[in-house]
C-alpha cells in the first residue's frame, strides 16, 4: 500500500479468495482442501484484511478506532451469516453448491470494496520492504509481544464454543451452533461501542488494555460454567469483550504510527508475526484439549493466562510510550 500497489494488492487478494473458495467447492480430498481453502483464500484473505485495514487508518484521525472497528464488525456478520448459510442451505443442495452460495455472496461484497476503496497517501517513492527500525521503538516491540499473547488466546473460545456445547453440556448440534452465532452477533456492539468509548473518553490503548484483561479473565471463569444457561451468560460477555479486543487492536497499532506513508509496512509488521499466533493457538487449545481426554480446563487455562499477560505487556507498552502518566489519552 505504502509504494502505490494498494489496488492491484486488493484485486490479487480478491481473485484469490474467491478461486478458494469456488475450489473449495470442488474438493473431494484433504490435499484438495488445504490447497484451496488453506493456501489460496488464506493469502487472498491477508492480501485484503491487512492493506484494507492500514488504507482505512489513512483516513481518519480524531476518530479512527471508531472508523475501523465499524469495518471490523463486519467480520462478526459474516460470523452469523455463513453459519446460518451453511446451517440452512447443506441438507438441502449439499456442501458444493453451500459453499458456492457463500462464494457469490462474497463476490458481491468484494465488488463493493473494489469499487470505493481508494488511496487518499501518496506513495512512498523509496524505503525499505521491512522498516527494521521500528524493532527499535520500545512501544512498537511491547506493543507486537502481547498482541501476539493476546491473539494466542481470544479466539479459543470462537473455535471450541460449538463442541463444548455439545460435548460438555450436550446439547444438540443445532444448539451448540447457536451459541457460535450468539458469540458473533454480540460481537458488532462489542467492537462499535469500545471504540465510541475509545475516541472520546479514555483513548484507544487506555481501554484496549482492560479489555484485553477481562477477556482472560472470562476464560478462567468458563471453567466453572457447567449448564446451558452459564454457558449463554459466557457466550454473550465473552462475546462483547472478545470483539472488543479484535476491534480496538487495529486502531491502537496505527496510532504508534505518525508517518502515514509508513503506515501500511508498520501494520503488515504486527500483522504477519500476529498471524503465527492466530495459526498456532487453536491447535494448542485442542492438544490439551485431547491431552485431558476431551475435558476444556488447560485449554481454558492456557487462553486466560497468555491473555492476562498479554494485557501486562500492554501495561508495560504504554509506560514506554507515555511514562507513568494514568491520565493521558492513549
Same mark, same amino acid.
Given at each position: 500500500?505504502?509504494?502505490?500497489?494498494?489496488?492491484?494488492?486488493?484485486?490479487?487478494?480478491?481473485?484469490?479468495?474467491?478461486?478458494?473458495?469456488?475450489?473449495?467447492? %470442488?474438493?473431494?480430498?484433504?490435499?484438495?482442501?488445504?490447497?484451496?481453502?488453506?493456501?489460496?483464500?488464506?493469502?487472498?484473505?491477508?492480501?485484503?484484511?491487512?492493506?484494507?485495514?492500514?488504507?482505512?487508518?489513512?483516513?481518519?484521525?480524531?476518530?479512527?478506532?471508531?472508523?475501523?472497528?465499524?469495518?471490523?464488525?463486519?467480520?462478526?456478520?459474516?460470523?452469523?451469516?455463513?453459519?446460518?448459510?451453511?446451517?440452512?442451505?447443506?441438507?438441502?443442495?449439499?456442501?458444493?453448491?453451500?459453499?458456492?452460495?457463500?462464494?457469490?455472496?462474497?463476490?458481491?461484497? %468484494?465488488?463493493?470494496?473494489?469499487?470505493?476503496?481508494?488511496?487518499?497517501?501518496?506513495?512512498?517513492?523509496?524505503?525499505?520492504?521491512?522498516?527494521?527500525?521500528?524493532?527499535?521503538? %520500545?512501544?512498537?516491540?511491547?506493543?507486537?509481544?502481547?498482541?501476539?499473547?493476546?491473539?494466542?488466546?481470544?479466539?479459543?473460545?470462537?473455535?471450541?464454543?460449538?463442541?463444548?456445547?455439545?460435548?460438555?453440556?450436550?446439547?444438540?448440534?443445532?444448539?451448540?451452533?447457536?451459541?457460535?452465532?450468539?458469540?458473533?452477533?454480540?460481537?458488532?456492539?462489542?467492537?462499535?461501542?469500545?471504540?465510541?468509548?475509545?475516541?472520546?473518553?479514555?483513548?484507544? %490503548?487506555?481501554?484496549?488494555?482492560?479489555?484485553?484483561?477481562?477477556?482472560?479473565?472470562?476464560?478462567?471463569?468458563?471453567?466453572?460454567?457447567?449448564?446451558?444457561?452459564?454457558?449463554?451468560?459466557?457466550?454473550?460477555?465473552?462475546?462483547?469483550?472478545?470483539?472488543?479486543?479484535?476491534?480496538?487492536?487495529?486502531?491502537?497499532?496505527?496510532?504508534?504510527?505518525?508517518?502515514?506513508?509508513?503506515?501500511?509496512?508498520?501494520?503488515?509488521?504486527?500483522?504477519?508475526?500476529?498471524?503465527?499466533?492466530?495459526?498456532?493457538?487453536?491447535?494448542?487449545?485442542?492438544?490439551?484439549?485431547?491431552?485431558?481426554?476431551?475435558?476444556?480446563?488447560?485449554?481454558?487455562?492456557?487462553?486466560?493466562?497468555?491473555?492476562?499477560?498479554?494485557?501486562?505487556?500492554?501495561?508495560?507498552?504504554?509506560?514506554?510510550?507515555?511514562?507513568?502518566?494514568?491520565?493521558?489519552?492513549?
Amino acid at each position: 500500500m505504502d509504494a502505490g500497489y494498494y489496488r492491484a494488492t486488493l484485486i490479487a487478494g480478491s481473485i484469490l479468495q474467491l478461486l478458494g473458495v469456488f475450489m473449495t467447492s %470442488l474438493s473431494t480430498t484433504y490435499w484438495q482442501l488445504f490447497l484451496a481453502q488453506g493456501i489460496c483464500q488464506g493469502l487472498g484473505d491477508g492480501l485484503i484484511f491487512c492493506p484494507t485495514v492500514s488504507l482505512m487508518a489513512t483516513y481518519f484521525s480524531t476518530k479512527r478506532s471508531l472508523a475501523i472497528s465499524c469495518a471490523a464488525s463486519g467480520a462478526a456478520t459474516g460470523g452469523v451469516v455463513f453459519p446460518i448459510i451453511a446451517q440452512q442451505l447443506l441438507p438441502k443442495i449439499g456442501f458444493g453448491w453451500t459453499v458456492r452460495v457463500m462464494g457469490f455472496v462474497i463476490l458481491a461484497n %468484494l465488488a463493493i470494496v473494489i469499487t470505493l476503496a481508494r488511496t487518499r497517501i501518496p506513495p512512498r517513492t523509496t524505503g525499505p520492504t521491512i522498516e527494521w527500525a521500528a524493532f527499535k521503538e %520500545l512501544p512498537y516491540v511491547l506493543f507486537t509481544i502481547g498482541m501476539f499473547l493476546k491473539l494466542w488466546g481470544v479466539y479459543f473460545a470462537y473455535y471450541y464454543v460449538t463442541p463444548f456445547g455439545r460435548d460438555i453440556i450436550h446439547v444438540s448440534p443445532s444448539t451448540s451452533i447457536t451459541l457460535l452465532l450468539i458469540l458473533n452477533g454480540v460481537g458488532v456492539p462489542g467492537r462499535i461501542v469500545p471504540a465510541l468509548l475509545a475516541d472520546r473518553y479514555f483513548g484507544v %490503548l487506555n481501554l484496549l488494555i482492560p479489555t484485553v484483561f477481562c477477556a482472560g479473565v472470562l476464560l478462567y471463569c468458563w471453567t466453572a460454567v457447567h449448564s446451558m444457561g452459564g454457558q449463554i451468560v459466557f457466550v454473550i460477555i465473552y462475546g462483547y469483550f472478545g470483539a472488543g479486543v479484535q476491534g480496538l487492536f487495529p486502531a491502537t497499532l496505527s496510532s504508534l504510527t505518525t508517518d502515514m506513508k509508513k503506515m501500511g509496512v508498520r501494520i503488515g509488521m504486527v500483522f504477519s508475526i500476529i498471524s503465527i499466533a492466530c495459526l498456532t493457538g487453536p491447535p494448542l487449545a485442542g492438544a490439551l484439549i485431547q491431552k485431558r481426554e476431551g475435558d476444556y480446563l488447560y485449554a481454558q487455562i492456557f487462553g486466560g493466562t497468555v491473555m492476562v499477560c498479554g494485557s501486562l505487556t500492554l501495561i508495560a507498552a504504554r509506560i514506554a510510550q507515555t511514562g507513568w502518566n494514568l491520565k493521558r489519552r492513549m
